[in-house]
């Protein structure tokens, strides 16, 4: 009962602090020419003090953590950058004792509201105090024992370091003179725990790669400091389940460094008992599944105790200046569908319980080694709002996991609305961690707005924490990004800054079909009310001008000087997406990603060479220079590929609208525009091969690398020009079937719907075809597939496949009846796989082939492996596919009766992101690969004939659109059903009388229904195709036949029938018995 009171307050204390008002709008429009980031909330500046030989004097009250010292040698090393000559900073023991001392100008630096040496000190702004806000301070000019003084007063130490950093800005060269300019100052964070990225591990054990490291470190530290976050993340590289030793002595070593600034370590490590790479041989893993490179088990207890003495270790030695993260398995619900069987027998299915337990084992590891250290949890998922009806079950789990573990634990989730995080204020007790970067760096972006949305998370919550995923040590270019990052966490209610609202007109009772789970993500809306997702990357790029314009060029004038700041600001506003796997299929916004790059280039090419112009970077010391011939580099590349990405869209949305025209006339002209559209783009592209060929002999680009955004981009001049290529084959292709489209009535390429039916029983993979149904059968030939745009088939291609498919909520199954006059081959040379079953599920790609060993094997080309996947391949001496061939249009192609093979194969559906149930939907394409000897002798068609690759320009639009369907996903119903022996002239025969109702869940073209009518010992007496079935059905239309009659042979009395309906979409099988 005290629990639950205890949660209850809790809770209500949430709602309260969640109703807190936004803080006040800092004063920008003071700021002038001085560039300050964070902006204090209250600066108005008063006047100029001039900083002459020895003077002024720097005075610091001392605190056990140096942070006062600390302040005072920051401002004097800022003089002395400045060309002056400070005195250094004396220490004095009060703030009476430094008035007395005063003897001329002074900068005096101390702590406590109550130990102001002076009264009427200005304090408040808008009514908040800086000594009712943590890290507050204030500056003040004025006279103290007859001389000019500057007042650095924090409300403890940790604040006056910040008033110093502050005051840093404030000094500057006036010609010959350093001069201060004084200011009335009154400041405090909005968010109290401000985690920015880190730095990188020591490479190796030795003596010198740990000092190299420590001093890199220490700039990083300083530039947090200097950008006022109170934690860093350190970045160990490759990431281990642990720290080794050489990271623990590098963190040991920069520990006094980092205290003396303010700054913790935020130290991140996964949920795990061992690490793959490590212990994959060790035999007391071997029932311990292996989850994105971890070990993770809730219940072999011996492994668990080791890890706990692990991380007891590290917190052993690194004392109370550090937290920590663990991250859960970033994979649909944390791995728990993964865990082992001692997992299921301990826990059952209760997710919840477990993860508390986990958590709870990390809470004593961490609190009993120092009580001040916090524990952060990263819990799948982190990004959900826990209101929507349709993540009732996400919510529960949360509540559960709450009240499980200790109050002080820090809960973290990922940006998001409001609203969704009113959720986890009102459900989890615990303070929060915003993990909050969205497009910036998980979209792979050099800048982007989503930084001034940071309030949309803020509720006014002391313990509450905020961190950016930026990682700026290895990706210097997201630097300004890192102190956009600093204002809105220092100043959630700056100019610019915003709140992520919801779409109201979103479904939130289910997730959108397709999608894994039952998680409804938020559909966010921009300022102007359409989709974030389009508008960042549109108007985006101007707004909010607060953000674009005033902090950007702020920013970049700090970072890069003011001479470079123009022309890097113009290019960071312009900044496209670098993965490729993330560029929207949006035409329009293709368009405006081309028009970035080409931007973003235009107005850094100017600045090539003018290497004077670029100063290092504050804090951090990085060379900016080689930051900007970087982002030239990216910015060259990407002009020309996305300028032809651009213009390849363009031509297949009006491939699209050709395939799609029911009118003849209207498809000529849409296929007539394609062909043009595709004919332009082959011209455009040979202008951006010869822009390119210019840039890179111009700007001596040959072998430079790309900034590291979740993309590896590309080095020599020849890899772009391949991707190039690949775009000319994807533009012939559009040409090509436009060309045909032009004067075809009936388009054969319009997109492909394939039923895929449920089964019952779960299939053995096994290679025998025996108790599969055989339905909708899938015709892999030359006459059906478009031939891959990578790789031309040989002048005899020799193979062909019937394929079928069937789902349970486990798996997905896949069976390939295929023919050859080789089969299978195994992989030859450096190939992994020989003869090769291609299967593409919303953009991931598995191959089933052959090994070199002949032992069959699963690949992914692309996407997350499939855990648990099985395949199967036996080889057939000589089997027909005349049986499943005759089920539709096509025939075998003289191949019946060759060798082959069948290959059976099983993929789970959690990487898929792929949700098991009726009616949902994904993209498909299967491919087969005929690899005979020798290299020329590769075939590979894919099924179906709009398939384009990704890789050349192609959409996933372009695959077939495959839905989950029931056991009988195609409604087949005989009405009336009866029999009727009639005497004839040569004797008495079985007469079947009914009516016919047929209806389906997608289009069903080229339809036809036959009937086979069987003796009592199976033999067939009489076949046919009913009369007067529509040759076309549209989705959900129900079509009923007249009344007819067959002859199903002698009279008899029962009558086996077999009815098969086949169709271009879909097919089945009826088997009854008339009596």
């Known amino acids: 009962m005290a629990a639950t009171a205890a949660a209850c307050l809790l809770l209500a204390a949430g709602l309260t602090a969640a109703e807190k008002p936004f803080p006040p709008v800092p004063q920008w429009e003071n700021l002038g020419t001085v560039d300050i980031v964070p902006c204090p909330k209250r600066i108005e500046f008063t006047g100029v003090l001039t900083c002459g030989a020895e003077s002024p004097s720097i005075l610091f009250v001392p605190d056990a953590e140096h942070h006062a010292e600390t302040g005072a040698a920051e401002i004097a090393a800022r003089i002395a950058e400045?060309?002056?000559?400070?005195?250094?900073?004396?220490?004095?023991?009060?703030?009476?004792?430094?008035?007395?001392?005063?003897?001329?100008?002074?900068?005096?630096?101390?702590?406590?509201?109550?130990?102001?040496?002076?009264?009427?000190?200005?304090?408040?702004?808008?009514?908040?105090?800086?000594?009712?806000?943590?890290?507050?301070?204030?500056?003040?000019?004025?006279?103290?024992?007859?001389?000019?003084?500057?007042?650095?007063?924090?409300?403890?130490?940790?604040?006056?370091l910040y008033g110093c950093i502050t005051l840093r800005h404030l000094l500057s060269r006036d010609g010959d003179a350093v001069v201060l300019r004084t200011a009335t100052v009154v400041d405090w964070p909005d968010f109290k725990r401000r985690i920015t990225s880190g730095f990188q591990g020591p490479r190796d054990d030795t003596e010198q790669s740990v000092a190299t490291a420590v001093e890199t470190a220490k700039r990083f530290v300083r530039r947090a400091a200097l950008l006022k976050c109170n934690a860093v993340s350190p970045m160990p590289w490759p990431l281990t389940d642990y720290l080794r030793e050489r990271e623990l002595t590098m963190l040991e070593q920069l520990l006094p460094y980092a205290k003396r600034y303010g700054v913790r370590f935020h130290i991140l490590h996964f949920t795990s008992v061992g690490w793959e790479a490590r212990d994959k041989h060790d035999p007391k893993y071997a029932t311990v599944p292996a989850m994105r490179g971890y070990y993770m088990s809730w219940s072999h207890n011996d492994l668990i105790r080791?890890?706990?003495?692990?991380?007891?270790?590290?917190?052993?030695?690194?004392?109370?200046?550090?937290?920590?993260?663990?991250?859960?398995?970033?994979?649909?619900?944390?791995?728990?569908?993964?865990?082992?069987?001692?997992?299921?027998?301990?826990?059952?299915?209760?997710?919840?319980?477990?993860?508390?337990?986990?958590?709870?084992?990390?809470?004593?590891?961490?609190?009993?080694?120092?009580?001040?250290?916090?524990?952060?949890?990263?819990?799948?998922?982190?990004?959900?709002?826990?209101?929507?009806?349709?993540?009732?079950?996400?919510?529960?789990?949360?509540e559960r996991l709450s009240a499980l573990l200790?109050?002080?634990?820090?809960?973290?989730?990922?940006?998001?609305?409001?609203?969704?995080?009113?959720?986890?204020?009102?459900?989890?007790?615990?303070?929060?961690?915003?993990?909050?970067?969205?497009?910036?760096?998980?979209?792979?972006?050099?800048?982007?707005?989503?930084?001034?949305?940071?309030?949309?998370?803020?509720?006014?919550?002391?313990?509450?924490?905020?961190?950016?995923?930026?990682?700026?040590?290895?990706?210097?270019?997201?630097?300004?990004?890192?102190?956009?990052?600093?204002?809105?966490a220092w100043n959630v209610a700056a100019p610019g800054s915003g709140i992520w609202q919801p779409d109201p007109a979103a479904d939130t009772s289910e997730p959108a079909s397709g999608v894994v789970g039952d998680y409804v993500s938020d559909r966010v809306l921009a300022p102007d009310g359409s989709p974030w997702t389009r508008w960042t990357y549109l108007q985006g790029r101007f707004d909010p001008r607060a953000f674009n314009y005033d902090l950007v060029e702020r920013c970049c004038r700090l970072i890069y000087g003011d001479a470079a700041a123009p022309a890097l600001a113009e290019s960071l506003r312009y900044a496209p997406l670098v993965a490729e796997r993330y560029w929207p299929s949006d035409p329009v916004i293709a368009a405006a990603l081309a028009e970035s790059a080409d931007r973003s280039f235009q107005?850094?090419?100017?600045?090539?060479?003018?290497?004077?112009?670029?100063?290092?970077?504050?804090?951090?010391?990085?060379d900016t220079y080689p930051v900007y011939a970087q982002m030239l580099k990216v910015n060259t590349d990407l002009r020309a590929i996305l300028g032809a990405r651009a213009a390849k869209l363009a031509a297949d949305a009006k491939l699209e609208e050709a395939r799609n025209a029911i009118d003849r006339d209207v498809k000529r002209v849409a296929a007539q525009a394609a062909a043009e559209s595709a004919i332009q783009g082959l011209v455009l592209i040979e202008k951006h091969r010869e822009k390119l060929r210019e840039a890179y002999q111009r700007y001596e680009l040959e072998g430079k690398g790309w900034y590291l955004l979740l993309a590896d981009g590309y080095k020599r001049r020849d890899d772009v020009e391949?991707?190039?290529?690949?775009?000319?084959?994807?533009?012939?292709?559009?040409?090509?079937?436009?060309?045909?489209?032009?004067?075809?009535?009936?388009?054969?390429?319009?997109?492909?719907?394939?039923?895929?039916?449920?089964?019952?029983?779960?299939?053995?993979?096994?290679?025998?075809?025996?108790?599969?149904?055989?339905?909708?059968?899938?015709?892999?030939?030359?006459?059906?597939?478009?031939?891959s745009a990578a790789i031309r088939p040989a002048p005899h291609a020799d193979a062909a496949a019937v394929c079928y498919m069937a789902w349970d909520k486990t798996w997905l199954y896949v069976l390939a009846k295929v023919v050859d006059d080789v089969a299978p081959t195994a992989a030859q040379g450096t190939r992994t796989t020989g003869d090769t079953l291609h299967l593409w599920v919303n953009g991931n790609h598995y191959a089933a082939g052959t090994g070199p060993d002949g032992a069959a094997k699963i690949e992914t080309y692309a996407g997350l492996p499939p855990a648990g996947a099985a395949i199967a391949i036996r080889p057939v001496a000589a089997h027909s596919l005349a049986p499943d061939f005759s089920l539709l249009t096509h025939g075998p192609a003289d191949m019946d009766g060759k060798p082959g093979y069948i290959a059976e194969l099983r993929l789970p559906w959690e990487p898929t992101r792929v949700r098991p149930d009726l009616d949902a939907t994904f993209c498909l394409a299967l491919g087969l690969c005929d690899r005979d000897d020798g290299e020329q002798e590769t075939t590979e068609l894919v099924f179906p004939t709009t398939y384009k690759p990704l890789a050349a320009g192609g959409l996933l639009t372009d695959f077939a659109a495959a839905r989950l369907a029931g056991t009988c996903p195609v409604r087949f119903e005989l009405v009336d059903l009866r029999k009727e022996d009639r005497t004839m002239q040569l004797g008495t025969d079985s007469f079947i009388h009914a009516r016919l109702v047929i209806s389906a869940p997608v289009d069903l073209t080229d339809l036809r229904v036959r009937f086979a009518a069987f003796d009592d010992d199976g033999k067939p007496l009489k076949s046919g195709t009913l009369p007067g079935v529509p040759g076309i059905l549209r989705q959900g239309k129900a079509w009923q036949s007249d009344p007819f009659e067959l002859n199903a042979g002698h009279a008899r009395e029962n009558v086996p029938l077999v009815f098969t309906l086949t169709a271009n979409e879909a097919g089945t099988r009826t088997a009854v018995t008339v009596k």
């Open 603 to 622: 107005a850094l090419a100017p600045l090539w060479g003018r290497k004077e112009l670029f100063q290092k970077s504050p804090g951090s010391q990085v």
């Open 722 to 787: 391949k991707k190039l290529d690949a775009f000319v084959g994807g533009f012939r292709l559009v040409r090509e079937e436009a060309e045909v489209l032009v004067t075809t009535a009936a388009s054969s390429a319009r997109r492909r719907q394939v039923l895929v039916p449920e089964t019952a029983r779960e299939f053995a993979i096994d290679g025998d075809a025996a108790e599969w149904p055989l339905l909708n059968p899938i015709l892999i030939t030359t006459e059906t597939c478009a031939e």
């Open 306 to 398: 080791e890890s706990m003495d692990r991380l007891r270790n590290e917190v052993r030695r690194l004392g109370g200046n550090a937290d920590w993260a663990f991250h859960y398995p970033d994979m649909f619900e944390g791995g728990w569908p993964q865990r082992s069987a001692p997992c299921r027998e301990r826990w059952g299915d209760d997710r919840a319980a477990a993860d508390a337990s986990f958590g709870n084992s990390l809470y004593q590891a961490v609190h009993g080694e120092s009580a001040s250290s916090r524990l952060d949890l990263v819990n799948y998922p982190y990004g959900m709002n826990l209101d929507y009806p349709g993540n009732a079950r996400t919510r529960q789990y949360f």
């Open 82 to 160: 400045l060309g002056g000559a400070a005195a250094p900073p004396v220490s004095v023991p009060d703030a009476a004792a430094a008035v007395n001392a005063l003897t001329g100008p002074a900068v005096l630096i101390g702590y406590g509201a109550g130990d102001l040496p002076m009264p009427n000190v200005e304090h408040e702004y808008q009514g908040v105090s800086a000594w009712d806000e943590e890290q507050g301070y204030v500056i003040a000019p004025c006279r103290l024992n007859g001389c000019d003084t500057v007042l650095v007063w924090g409300r403890e130490p940790l604040g006056a």
């Open 406 to 488: 200790p109050e002080d634990v820090l809960f973290s989730r990922r940006e998001g609305t409001r609203d969704a995080f009113a959720s986890w204020w009102r459900h989890i007790r615990q303070p929060i961690c915003v993990w909050w970067s969205p497009e910036t760096f998980w979209g792979a972006r050099a800048l982007a707005p989503d930084m001034a949305f940071v309030k949309s998370a803020w509720r006014g919550h002391a313990a509450d924490a905020v961190l950016d995923c930026l990682t700026v040590h290895t990706r210097p270019v997201l630097d300004v990004s890192g102190y956009t990052f600093a204002e809105y």
